[in-house]
């Protein structure tokens, strides 16, 4: 079974530029999660979509960060401006539907904003 | 929300002792999970325990959910075993958003 799918796996840009991330989860999962881990903190999730719908967003910084799952299967986050603060891995994640399911990541993307 | 708290935040082992790290939480949970983050970034799940024991291999895990606490133990610790260990929880208060503690970061010496 192939796992969660990522890309880019490394990203570096300059502040104010922008910059998008893609997620292919696991096949048959109608759960999909978006988390931002800064370096030497737990993953915070940003928004949670069962199938094509938000669960949960009120992590998400709206103002420049946007996420699509179109079709209930892959996913895109987009962040625009950059700031320096947004420097962290970006990690995507599935589980099949409901709560009571064991989530499975994806190897992250580093961003860093210069 | 709920609160996830692990311990202890570092640890430093020779290779073949054993270890457990704890993490307590807040409220009543239907979802929790203990990750392991390798040197790489890659989050791998090693249980799914809302509850009891299980085991796998030289990890265990118990989670006690009455009394709001999981148990890792890890055995005969082996150099590979080095990084983060998670838990993470989604909690019965309606939220379905799965939480994480800050983590309990291992370093296990030849």
């Known amino acids: 079974e192939a796992g969660v799918a990522q890309s880019p796996r490394y990203k570096i840009i300059e502040k104010r530029q922008s910059v998008a991330f893609w997620c292919n989860p696991i096949s048959g999962h109608a759960t999909l999660y978006w988390y931002q881990q800064i370096l030497g903190q737990g993953p915070k999730l940003l928004i949670q979509?069962?199938?094509?719908?938000?669960?949960?967003d009120s992590q998400l910084p709206k103002d420049r960060f946007s996420a699509e799952r179109l079709k209930g299967v892959d996913s895109t986050l987009k962040i625009q401006p950059a700031k320096l603060e947004d420097s962290a891995v970006y990690l995507c994640?599935?589980?099949?539907?409901?709560?009571?399911?064991?989530?499975?990541f994806g190897e992250g993307s580093w961003l860093t904003v210069v | 929300g709920i609160q996830v708290e692990q311990s202890p935040p570092d640890l430093i082992l020779q290779e073949g002792a054993n270890s457990t790290l704890r993490c307590n939480f807040s409220d009543s949970v239907n979802n929790l999970q203990w990750f392991h983050q390798n040197p790489w970034g890659q989050l791998i799940n090693l249980f799914y325990?809302?509850?009891g024991t299980k085991q796998n291999g030289r990890l265990s895990a118990t989670t006690v959910a009455t009394e709001r606490y999981s148990l890792l133990y890890i055995s005969s610790s082996q150099t590979t075993d080095s990084g983060v260990y998670f838990c993470?929880?989604?909690?019965?208060?309606?939220?379905?958003?799965?939480?994480f503690g800050r983590g309990t970061s291992l370093i296990v010496h030849p």
């Open positions: 993470a929880l989604v909690g019965s208060g309606g939220s379905y958003i799965p939480t």
């Open positions: 994640a599935s589980s099949k539907q409901g709560i009571g399911n064991t989530i499975y």
């Open positions: 325990i809302p509850s």
């Open positions: 979509f069962q199938n094509n719908g938000v669960v949960d």
